[in-house]
């Protein structure tokens, strides 16, 4: 059985490999390679060791060689943003015209910086795709995606992080992906026309094929990393194509979700049929994907931008029954050393232990932001917190 992992080894070009894309470095949320942390705070929360202001946007946060990469819109402009990691006191920062677009939301770019090696790629909220020599912020190509493959911006514009694998670099754009060379920003192959999902690519197997999962506007495709070859499909319609939780490959299975009713399930892509090994109508993610421990899922129920209240749920990975629920608690979360560490909607940040047995909470804090949907990076014992609203905070876990 080859995992998702087998894939990502270009990716992590260190024993330790940093947090420089999208949900760590096995791209799940998983960061078991980082023990210096700490949830043993003094009354007062953890320090911070910095707080800047980033300018609007839902972007996260990308780490590499103590430097902190991040993105925000002020007056008309995207600014991809270069920040040290000791001081939080910017290093370079690069503009470009990009609007702020809102709709429903003070607007703002969506996508997370994704680092390779020595470069910095970044898709914008209308399509503008970018790579930068991540030490001196100078462009080494950019290229309008939109217009270069012809795909029209979603309904919340453009949310795909880069997923780079050999010299491919695939987003999540038309119905079912597109594929460019990481080097020139060069179009090698795409798929129809159309609104594409929010989702980022996921590498999988299917059909004895490197292939990848990409959660679409209505569907599921799997497709051949190759030639974009459509292998699998799953029809996934959701009211305004709101499939943004990215896929998790849990064996040789795909397990999908998103809310508007539609709940969770899990598939196996190498059968045709099109039923599902489960389903689970309680667990609803909506932006943040769950995380994958010892057999069960740890993730959150419910739209993680209305008033209802929302729940964190286990959810066992091959039943897909629930084991337990903590109500009134929704936001993003990442998994490290079996410990949940959870940034609410609304900027309270927990840790729990990731247990089957039931919600256990071991530390909490509120006053880390508004409008918290990006998920914290952990890096070396210090934890990165992204607002909407412009504030990327530092945080020391450290022993």
């Not at 023990?35 to 990308?62: C, D, F, M, N, Q």
């Not at 060689?65 to 939080?88: H, K, M, P, S, W």
Request: with cysteine; hydrophobic share 40%; proline share 6%.
């Amino acid at each position: 059985m080859k995992t998702l992992l087998a894939f990502l080894v270009p990716l992590c070009l260190s024993a330790t490999p940093e947090w420089s894309v999208w949900r760590g470095p096995q791209g799940n949320g998983n960061y078991d390679h980082e023990t210096t942390w700490k949830h043993e705070w003094p009354e007062s929360g953890p320090e911070i060791l910095w707080r800047v202001p980033v300018h609007l946007g839902y972007s996260g946060i990308a780490v590499s060689e103590g430097r902190a990469y991040t993105v925000g819109n002020l007056d008309g402009e995207d600014l991809i943003q270069c920040l040290d990691v000791e001081t939080g006191k910017s290093i370079w920062t690069v503009r470009y015209p990009q609007e702020l677009v809102p709709k429903y939301n003070p607007g703002g770019p969506n996508a997370s910086p994704v680092i390779e090696g020595k470069w910095l790629y970044l898709l914008s909220k209308q399509g503008l795709l970018s790579c930068l020599d991540k030490v001196s912020g100078e462009t080494r190509w950019r290229t309008d995606v939109a217009a270069l493959a012809r795909a029209p911006m979603p309904t919340w514009g453009f949310a795909s992080c880069p997923v780079i694998i050999g010299d491919r670099l695939f987003l999540n754009a038309n119905t079912s992906g597109i594929a460019l060379d990481k080097n020139t920003g060069k179009l090698l192959w795409n798929s129809a026309p159309g609104s594409g999902g929010y989702a980022v690519p996921v590498p999988l197997i299917c059909k004895k094929q490197a292939a990848l999962a990409i959660f679409g506007y209505a569907a599921m495709h799997i497709v051949s990393q190759n030639a974009g070859e459509l292998l699998r499909k799953i029809d996934w319609a959701t009211r305004m194509g709101e499939n943004s939780a990215d896929p998790v490959i849990i064996g040789d299975d795909v397990y999908l979700s998103s809310w508007w009713d539609m709940g969770a399930a899990l598939f196996d892509p190498n059968e045709d049929t099109v039923d599902a090994i489960w389903t689970n109508k309680e667990f609803q993610n909506h932006i943040s994907a769950p995380v994958l421990h010892d057999g069960y899922l740890y993730g959150f129920d419910g739209p993680v931008h209305r008033k209802e209240k929302g729940a964190l749920r286990c959810v066992d990975a091959a039943s897909g029954k629930t084991r337990w629920s903590h109500e009134a608690l929704k936001g993003s979360l990442i998994l490290s050393q079996g410990k949940l560490i959870i940034l609410s909607n609304n900027g309270r940040l927990v840790v729990a232990k990731a247990s089957p047995d039931g919600y256990e909470e071991l530390a909490s804090r509120q006053g880390f932001g508004k409008r918290t949907w990006a998920p914290p990076v952990l890096h070396r014992g210090k934890l990165y917190l992204r607002d909407a609203d412009g504030w990327a905070i530092c945080l020391d876990l450290g022993d």
